[in-house]
Nanobody, 125 residues
Framework: QVHLVESGGGLVQTGGSLRLSCAASGRTASNYIMGWFRQAPGQKREFVASIMQSRASTYYADSVKGRFTISRENAKNTVFLEMNSLLPEDTAVYYC??????????????????WGQGIQVTVSS
């Protein structure tokens, strides 16, 4: 079992930046694929970014490529999402997720077994 807690959300103006953190407790999260998803009001939850256990491979949704960066500090069981050049359409609840499989389709919500409670990110225009 892995318990995930997100932090770092809030309100920011268009063009601003935020850094989300996801602290994992329980089993060693360094063995897990980690992902970020988001859900805007009235929308389905969508993939944002993921990072493999080795940190060598990262994946991004087209909508955030070049603006968001996912990283992890395995020694601290923490995953980060650096968000720059934020847009109003980035407004959503952001979720951290963990996939215990050694490999998988990290862009799929169904791949993940553990989820955080979510944190609000609001970008004002």
């Amino acid at each position: 079992q892995v318990h995930l807690v997100e932090s770092g959300g809030g309100l920011v103006q268009t063009g601003g930046s935020l850094r989300l953190s996801c602290a994992a407790s329980g089993r060693t999260a360094s063995n897990y694929i980690m992902g970020w998803f988001r859900q805007a009001p009235g929308q389905k939850r969508e993939f944002v970014a993921s990072i493999m256990q080795s940190r060598a491979s990262t994946y991004y949704a087209d909508s955030v490529k070049g603006r968001f960066t996912i990283s992890r500090e395995n020694a601290k069981n923490t995953v980060f999402l650096e968000m720059n050049s934020l847009l109003p359409e980035d407004t959503a609840v952001y979720y951290c997720a963990a996939d215990p499989a050694p490999y998988g389709k990290s862009w799929l919500e169904a791949s993940y077994d553990f989820w955080g409670q979510g944190i609000q990110v609001t970008v004002s225009s």
